[in-house]
């Protein structure tokens, strides 16, 4: 069948091929500057699927959307240590106006913790104005130095959720249940089979109390972190002054929270859910869920085309390629753009009253009865998602192992890479050691554990805690 372009197979070289698969789709493009991307209209189309399908979710939660500026005052930034130590090798600053120097230098956001500590800060006097419950769709930056589209760029596209509390638990509460809304998220909508958990103390994010996570295990057996829920305590209200007179009538400081997911996520789709012949994507973020090529344009053809999709308009995204390209060119655009179903539609099949329909996944063939598409469409896409998280929770389990000591955790991942589970004593020295020995690190500990005791994989000592281990994006 046709290509638009070479795409490399993907066990070739697996990452010359996700380039390939983002560029040959139409995702995006490069930008002038290193590490920067341009969204095209398909790649973005996607990106705002997953917006309306996670604002949905945040405002039954009473999340309500602000936006903050883009620049952070360096003296504000400095004011949590651990905070600016975590991200200090990644930040853009701004140090004149034209000609002129500016007066104190200006960060471009990596993220919003400083600055919805300080507007915190002044908006906060009592317990009756708490819980502030934010969220902001924005862009930040971080200098990367190894960039990949989508997975890892100097600026990316994210939703940041930032939220200031009255009560430890209620914070804490809140962090866990949008590590709910994450999962189901991921697993419903996007057909990725994520473990939940938390983050190691090596890993847990700058200035946090707790870090909690989904992990998902890409097609190659790398893993890549897909959102991720902090509670902070009160380590940002105690150096931003975030202070309330509580119940009793006494001063607190306040506990918040933040959270995010990124347009990683789209990085996420490709890597576990793609092929040789280009995308494959859930259809609950394919901007286009259905298409109709017409093999010849008569008059019995048009019509049934359009009946068709003004049948099916209102439950699926559906269009019809009326471009003036070949029909076998527009078959391979509709693989290569990875949509879920295309119905083709000639004079030859409509002689039995019939249409050809083709899933992208299995990339099958079926006749079926005109008077048949809507209910056969219902059915295929349903059996196509659940094909399609089948597949990657297969590839999940059979590269899921375990291992007891660092010489069979590197064996493993010679021979299977994957998720490892292992004992693990938690501590950063330990985990740096084994990050220096393997190139890996931890992804997460699960929230089901066994309390057994058992000997930390590396470095020998007695742990109850299990942790999985992988190379990871």
Known sequence: M???DKI?????????WYTDTVINAKLASYGPVKG???????????????????????KELEVQNVYFPLLIPQSLFQKEKDHIE????????????????LPEPLFIRPTSEVLMANFFKNEVKSYRDLPLIFNQWTNVMRWEKTTRPFLRTSEFLWQEGHTVHSERKEA???TLKILDTYTEFAQNALLLPVIPGKKTEKEKFAGADSTYTIESLMHDGQALQCGTSHYFADNFSKPYEIKFQNKEGKLEHAYST???????????IIMTHSDDNGLVLPSMVSPVQVRLIQIKETDEVIKVTEDIKEALKNKYRVDIDKTDKSFGFKISEAEIKGIPLRIEIGPRDLENNQVTISRRDTREK??????????TVDQMIKEYDANLYAKALKNREERTSR?????????????????????FCGEIECEDDVKKQTSTNSRCIPFDQDNKTEKCFNCNKDTTLKVYFARAY
């Open 86 to 101: 975590g991200f200090s090798p990644e930040i853009a600053t701004v140090t004149r106006v034209g000609d002129t120097p």
């Open 36 to 58: 920067t991307i341009i969204f095209r209209p398909y790649g973005y189309a996607i990106w705002e699927l997953i917006q309306k399908y996670l604002d949905a979710k945040f």
């Open 258 to 268: 933040s959270w995010g997911v990124s347009t990683r996520l789209i990085g996420a």
């Open 403 to 423: 291992a007891n000591s660092i010489e069979e955790y590197k064996n493993i991942l010679a021979q299977n890479q994957g998720f490892v589970l292992v004992p």
């Open 366 to 375: 079926i006749q079926v009865n005109v008077n048949e598409v809507t209910n």
């Open 2 to 4: 046709k290509q638009l």
């Open 172 to 174: 804490s509460d809140l």
């Open 8 to 16: 490399t197979p993907r066990d070739v070289d697996f990452s010359q």
